[in-house]
């Protein structure tokens, strides 16, 4: 898609999109997820698009500063999406649907009747009122494999239908043998975006090892004969990595067991609460890029499913000259894995892993920096998504 031409002269006019957020939906500990989504607005606007963030905000969502679940008029949600609909230059382009209050969106119902397009990330957006009037409808999966599942298996509504193209961040998800049910649509593969304007880093290390994750998030599921499962027990497979690999692992999470902290911090792994790095952007950036680099395993289920799926988190790292060492979860046979980004299956993997980047970092760390600018850019990532629809 191109710029078109006004009708009655020679200016020109903004292709227009809206794009699906989370600032609200979760206001504290999961700064993570909220740029996830945010990477693609960025994505949008860089290119010169005329961008509307959309967010839908359930009443389970309401909590306090400290988590807890409240009322609307005492929760915090609806403050931290105008903090960043402000600090990210949208007011005036932005609508927050709230559960059990109206709404007036008369300028984005004109907005949408000449949108190009509504990027549905994840299918938060449900209003069909509003996804009906853009000219193309995507939907954009950042959990392959596990959305497919609950799906089909446990027939949960996670907002496909009514769309016109799917995309994923499970890049082999339409390859044979990902073992996942098929869901009748034709999955896209796109890896995640990283706007440079806000990730740019220069080679230059920390001491730690570190990575910022959900423990467990969700339980596991079963689909045929595996299960499906979080990151704990694929943590527990590398617990003895510190005494390995030689160097310093910190890991940013909620863990809330007591006895698993024990023997993690044991084996010699600093864990630091997540809630002081995920809650604030700059906070979790500036220890992203305080970092040595990234270790961090995958959710079990995306390791077993080897449905390709590519770290939001991890194109961050990479974008700030950060190396990455990654669990492969069929992501290594859609892109090489080598210099500033490594894949790895094994404990054994992972050691000579971080052992090629310690021993040539600067080399790696550019490598890394050089992969985001070819491969992550928001500017290329959405140009390569627009040039597929």
Known sequence: MQRSACRGGSRLSLNKAIVTTAFARYPRNAVGVTWAFLQWALGFRSLGWDTWLVEELPASAYVDADGNRVSSDRAVNVVRWREAVEEFGWSGKATLFQEGKDEEWEELRDFAREADLILNISGVCRRRDLLALPKRRIYLDLDPGFTSIWTRKYRCDLGLGGHDLFFTVGLRMDAPGVRAPRLGVRWLPTLPPVSLDYWSGVPGGGTHWTTVTHWRAYPEIRWGRWNFTNKAPEWEKFLDLPRLAGVPFRIASDLAEDDIAQRFRAAGWDLVPSHAVASDWRRYRDFLAGSRGEFSVAKGGYRISRCGWFSDRSACYLSLAKPVVLQDTGWSLQIPSG?????????????????????????????????????????????GLLERL
């Not at 054994?348 to 310690?358: H, K, N, P, T, Y």
């Not at 080399?363 to 070819?374: C, I, Q």
């Open 339 to 383: 210099r500033g980004l490594h894949s790895f299956s094994s404990i054994d993997d992972a050691v000579r892993a971080i052992e090629a980047v310690e021993a040539h970092y600067f080399e790696e760390a550019k490598a890394a920096r050089a992969f985001a600018e070819e491969r992550l850019d928001a500017r290329k990532v959405v140009g």
